[in-house]
Nanobody, 126 residues
Framework: QVQLVESGGGLVQAGGSLRLSCAAS?????????MGWFRQAPGKEREFVSV????????YYADSGKGRFTISRDNVKNTVYLQMNSLKPEDTAVYYC??????????????????WGEGTLVTVSS
């Protein structure tokens, strides 16, 4: 199985920054997996934020985060990061880490990822 544990959420003022981390573990986890971030705001459906391929050479972003969010990964630590800058109140959501056995481009097309974390809450105050 695969376990994903997010951290780094919290309360930040608009315009501020946060870095989320997601540590992956488990017998079946592989550094070849694509890793992604999704979010769910109160009363809304979960939405795609970003995804990165196994090497870090390919990254994809939702329009809402382009230019503000950066996804990266450290395959030695089995950890994926989401650096979020210039945060806005509309970024307030529970952020979920996910992993998938296919390519990042596959998940960017909207297919569901295979493993999910429990989420970490990000609150951006105005």
């Amino acid at each position: 199985q695969v376990q994903l544990v997010e951290s780094g959420g919290g309360l930040v003022q608009a315009g501020g920054s946060l870095r989320l981390s997601c540590a992956a573990s488990g017998r079946t986890f592989s550094s070849s997996y694509a890793m992604g971030w999704f979010r769910q705001a109160p009363g809304k459906e979960r939405e795609f934020v970003s995804v990165i391929n196994w090497s870090g050479g390919s990254t994809y972003y939702a329009d809402s985060g382009k230019g503000r969010f950066t996804i990266s990964r450290d395959n030695v630590k089995n950890t994926v990061y989401l650096q979020m800058n210039s945060l806005k109140p509309e970024d307030t959501a529970v952020y979920y880490c996910a992993a998938g056995i296919y390519s990042a481009s596959y998940y960017y097309k909207g297919y569901g990822m295979d493993y999910w974390g429990e989420g970490t809450l990000v609150t951006v105050s105005s």
